[in-house]
């Protein structure tokens, strides 16, 4: 029996488990719809929802992060089914980030990580 290495997990930014509510909107489209995330870091965030999203799908966010709303703009980075369930889990990469924003964005999750 071969014995397995484990993989390990390299991330540029670090994340934090954590419920942010947000909305999303697709570029061209004048509705949001609305969601939380499972986790969030200066890249990106993680989210489930009924609605299948394909890759590379541009959208444009309004994440609710304490008394602030950040604008990002960013992409389906993944997108997979979950087991048993009519639902996807989805990752949002930021691709464009207000300078200040995102350093509010580093510091909640620096503060997190304290």
């Known amino acids: 029996m071969a014995i397995l290495e484990k993989k390990q997990v390299a991330r540029f930014f670090p994340r934090i488990d954590s419920q942010v509510q947000f909305r999303y909107q697709f570029r061209g489209r004048p509705d949001f719809e609305s969601a939380v995330s499972s986790d969030i870091s200066c890249g990106g965030l993680k989210f489930s929802s009924d609605r299948f999203i394909p890759t590379s799908t541009p959208v444009v966010l309004e994440i609710n992060l304490l008394n602030r709303v950040l604008r990002p703009v960013g992409r389906v980075a993944w ?19 207000d300078v200040l924003e995102r350093k509010y964005l580093e510091d909640f999750v620096d503060g997190q990580l304290s």
Do not use: A
């Open 79 to 97: 997108s997979s089914p979950l087991p048993h369930s009519y639902r996807n889990q989805m990752g949002i990469q930021f691709m464009e980030f």
